[in-house]
């Protein structure tokens, strides 16, 4: 008797070291980690050009400018503004200003100005070139506080031009290190308070998410570093959210598995154990397919969109990390304390519990299991047909990009400062010319056909620098020429980019030539063009990753079939209330032209998430209860668990509005609605009719398709078509051919 008293405090000490000795491991060893979050701007690279591929020809136009000195600068343009019209004394003082400016060790060449507006005579402007040798964004600080610091009495200025936007740009992204964390973090925490009404179990989820942000923040910090990854503001700002939405998520499976074992037992490592091992498949699968998912993307040709992907798959795996080794040494060491003050307690023949036992437990799912085994075919047909009446409007997502100064979503100064140079000297003053790289001997050639083409108001070869009012002779590098092309277009907007696409056509025709053309609009061209490659690419990479992942997790091929078809429609529904949303409600101008194929890899391998969590329960009750019964057992039981993971990662997902950005405002609301219609209705009813009508064949070839059941157990309906027999009893456990 003594001997057998003493076995379980040895294991528990045991047990007590080991959990111990796991949790110190990540405080001590990924919580200093954190600190390398704050470093992560010093590692992006947020310029468009850079998002795209080296073998697009706007790339290579840049790269061959720069042997015309052409990019060793980036023009930031101060605008001078007053009430009434500048002076001859403001001008003076101006003039002042362009010799303190001069001085910097920043500029590239001599500043230009101040020139008087040509529209509006209160404007004025200056031309700062900033060196390309040195950061933008401090740079443009700092002549931002010098005009602060020293401003010209009576005038406003104001820094825009390409190097106020990308300092502006970068400015935006700064608020990822801290806002976009404080809210994302605050809306977990709110939910998972809601949720388990226990002030430990949240704090332990949490400290686990940000364990996991910090030892995934510290490995894209090294590989960025390192240039095994690029790294950008967007890729950061998504992988903050997916961390802490994934790692919360897989949380809440394990926790719930948790409390259902601590409830068929007294011994709160073996509890621990029982729920590692029930989770484990599920959450392998869910994170593998997000990282296979995510993976495609290095199939995309836009550098953008293919660096996204290994940057967030290292997320994931650190959150699946947390959740699976942290999280169960918290809860081992909490033991039933962790779910204070509604700590569970232990059920006598757990294992034996009827259905309608099942049910009793969970009131609303088992009314909702009820209600879907009463009627299944009617249920996912009126489903599918209210997704499919919001996803006929998908086809109608407009994803043609934007300019520079509607990627903002609240007041910025480079914004503001070109909406005043454009009073001052007109629309033109923002004009961008095309620019043109060619072979020295068919120079004439090629401005012919650039002149001819429709939209072109003048083109000319850039010339050898000289004395001012004299044009020296054409500029030749490497035997190409240079040509400047003026557009009638406005830069940024649909007709200048018509008119770039048939510019490169016309000038593509010169025989010999090699014409290349480039500049701001041939790159909106070039990244609209590349993103609709990269859609028709990686959308079906990621359905046969997806599916292939799901065949061995279910043993079957219809479930993953129908699983797959199922969460197309879902990103269709989305994709299609986004835009009426988008187009009718918020008005918007457009779409950054990779938001639909971010939108898909997230809602396919987010979404299919909570169906894998769904069905692999099923699986698993079939296997023991029947095909019917397992379904229903599989809905009441993680109702509760799944919805509130939906909730969690759409609430962090939603987070990402709070940076003022029009992309990161549109995939937000895509892929926070997505995932409410995944979790709250695909998953709940949808999915669950559309198993129960199918029946037994949605595991085949599986064996969880030929249990055999004791005779009436399954054709009995009852009242309310739960499959039992006729007196309500669950019956024997039935055996499996």
Known sequence: MSTRLEHPPRRSRWWAGAALLVALVWLIGAGPLGAFLGRLGEVQTNDPAAFLPDGAESTEVDRIAEDFDRADSVPAVIVLSGDGDLTDARLADAAELVD?????????????????????????????????????GDTVEELRALLADEPVDGLQAQVTGPAGYAADLVAAFGGIDSTLLIVAVVAVLVILVAVYRSPLLPI?????????????????????????????????????????????DYALLLVARYREELAAREDVPAAVLAAVRGVTGPVLASGGTV????????????????SLGPVVAIGVVAAMLAAMTFLPAALALCGRAAFWPTAPHRLRHREGQSMERVLEQHPFWGG????????????????????????????????EG?????????????????????????????????????????????????????????????????????????????GRVLIEVDLDAVPETTAAVDTVRDLRENVHAVEGAGA????????????????????????????VVVFLVLIPLLRSLVAPLLLMAVNVLSFATALGVGTLVFDHVLDLPGADPVVPLFAFVFLVALGIDYSIFLM???REETLIHGHREGVLRALTVTGGVITSAGVVLAATFAALAVIPLLFLLQLAFLVAFGVLVDALLVR???????????????????????????VGRESGTGRDGLGQDAAGRDGSRPAAS
């Open 516 to 543: 290349l053309v480039g500049g701001i609009d041939a790159t909106d061209l070039d990244t609209r063009e590349t993103a609709q490659r990269d859609f028709v690419v990686v959308v079906p990479l990621v359905l």
């Open 402 to 478: 934007t300019g520079q100064a509607e990627v903002f979503r609240t007041e910025v100064e480079a914004v503001d400062g070109q909406e005043t140079l454009d009073r001052g000297f007109g629309p033109d003053s923002s004009a961008a010319p095309a620019l043109v790289v060619a072979d020295a001997d068919h120079l004439d050639a090629v401005v012919d056909a650039a002149e001819d083409t429709r939209g072109v108001e003048g083109a000319a070869p850039v010339s050898e620098p000289g004395p001012p009012g004299n044009e020296g002779p054409v500029l030749v590098e490497d």
């Open 368 to 399: 909702i299991a009820r209600a879907v085994a009463r009627r299944p075919r009617l249920l996912w047909l009126s489903t599918t047909a209210l997704l499919l009446a919001a996803a006929v409007f998908a086809p109608q997502f407009t994803a």
């Open 204 to 248: 332990l989820v949490i400290v686990a998410s940000l364990l996991a942000l910090g030892l995934s923040g510290a490995l894209v910090y090294v590989a960025a570093d390192l240039g095994l990854i690029s790294l950008n503001g967007q890729s950061q700002g998504i992988l903050f959210i997916l961390v802490v939405g994934a790692c919360t």
């Open 684 to 710: 709940t009813v949808l999915i669950p009719a559309l198993a129960l009508d199918v029946g037994p064949r949605l595991w085949w070839p599986g064996r969880a398709g030929r249990v055999a059941l004791p």
């Open 616 to 618: 692999s329960r099923a």
């Open 291 to 306: 990282i296979l998912g995510l993976l495609c993307l290095l199939a995309a040709d836009l550098n953008s969109t293919s």
């Open 100 to 136: 303190r400016i001069d001085e910097r060790p920043w500029v590239a060449g001599s500043v230009i100005g101040p020139l008087p507006g040509t529209e509006d005579p209160s404007v004025a402007q200056i031309v700062v070139p900033i060196d390309n040798a040195y950061d933008t």
